[in-house]
């Protein structure tokens, strides 16, 4: 593909706009239509970033000829089935994680993705972040062996808001949404895939009915474990933190930034062209559509992540 890949994306939000900052440094790239659930919030953003085309409705892009791909960053209730219209209107799709919120709306996603033979993401962005992307190249190289992951996930929302504060229109979900990205980051490191997991969750939040805190415990097949702990209960620091304990060393990675053991900062600016994890894993989906190959990241490479968590939240349910 020589010409401009044409892009839409779906979700003027806090994430969506990560993803147009993130566009603007890739070549070749140009975002020609914007959907939003609010028209005249949408158009802001759209001026903002010269795009051309705004609209409330997924079918009104995908109808667009001339475009060649999508980018989902909407509400987590949505991403299966609108993946899934992306694919029937031939559009390759990244979609914001998580890929669906139950095993067999991944499964459909998958299976029509090996259908049709387009490129289908889903953002795990913690295999493109450049800290994790470190610890990924000493493994690959045989220097480094996990013995054990310890992550915290940690937010403060305790009303129904996104990122930025503001209001959402959907509930998020510490199991469905947070712990994939550590689910999936853990056997992706490992290279091996998870065999025993367990979970125990806090009361339901009585407005919200979600749990707000959640602990989950993961064996891989070759031995290590993973302990998480997520709170939406959390008045501090917020974010997702991981220590990486190994056989050579100790690695704490915070978003793109990682420290050893000892909290020494470790200089990762020239593991990537980008110190954005968004810009990272969205030049993978572009250059995946260009060489017409399976992205890093790929549906069917994410998958067991959501086998994973359909397990656990049947174990979760059992609980009462």
Request: net charge negative; aromatic share 8%.
């Amino acid at each position: 593909m020589s010409k401009n890949i044409k892009v839409a994306l779906a979700g003027a939000g806090a994430f969506g706009v990560k993803h147009l900052d993130g566009i603007k440094n890739i070549d070749g790239v140009e975002v020609i239509s914007l959907i939003g659930r609010e028209f005249d919030k949408t158009k802001e953003v759209a001026a903002k970033y010269g795009i051309g085309h705004v609209t409330t409705e997924l079918s009104e892009s995908l109808a667009i000829a001339e475009l060649d791909a999508v980018i989902l960053c909407t509400p987590t209730q949505m991403h299966a089935e609108q993946s899934i219209a992306c694919l029937k209107a031939g559009k390759h799709v990244q979609v914001e994680i998580p890929l669906a919120d139950s095993l067999a709306g991944a499964q459909a996603v998958v299976d029509l993705q090996k259908q049709t033979g387009l490129v289908a993401m889903c953002g795990h962005t913690r295999r493109f972040n450049p800290s994790h992307q470190y610890v990924h190249k000493k493994i690959q190289a045989g220097e480094f062996n996990i013995q054990q992951m310890d992550v915290q996930t940690y937010f403060f929302r305790r009303t129904n808001t996104n990122a930025l504060g503001q209001p959402r229109s959907w509930t998020d979900h510490l199991l469905w949404h947070h712990a994939a990205h550590t689910v999936d980051l853990f056997a992706y490191q490992c290279n091996s895939p998870i065999v025993h997991a367990n979970a125990i969750q806090g009361p339901i939040h009585p407005v919200l009915g979600i749990a707000m805190d959640m602990s989950i415990q993961l064996k891989a097949a070759n031995g290590a474990i993973c302990t998480l702990s997520l709170s939406f209960n959390n008045d501090g620091p917020l974010g997702t933190f991981f220590r990486y304990i190994g056989d050579t060393a100790t690695y704490i990675a915070r978003y793109d930034d990682l420290f050893n053991g000892k909290e020494e900062k470790i200089d990762v600016s020239k593991v990537d062209v980008s110190m954005n994890g968004i810009e990272l894993q969205d030049r993978e989906f572009f250059a995946a559509i260009r060489e017409g190959r399976e992205p890093n990241a790929s549906v069917a490479r994410v998958f067991d992540c959501y086998r994973v968590l359909h397990d656990l939240e049947l174990k979760l349910n059992a609980q009462g």
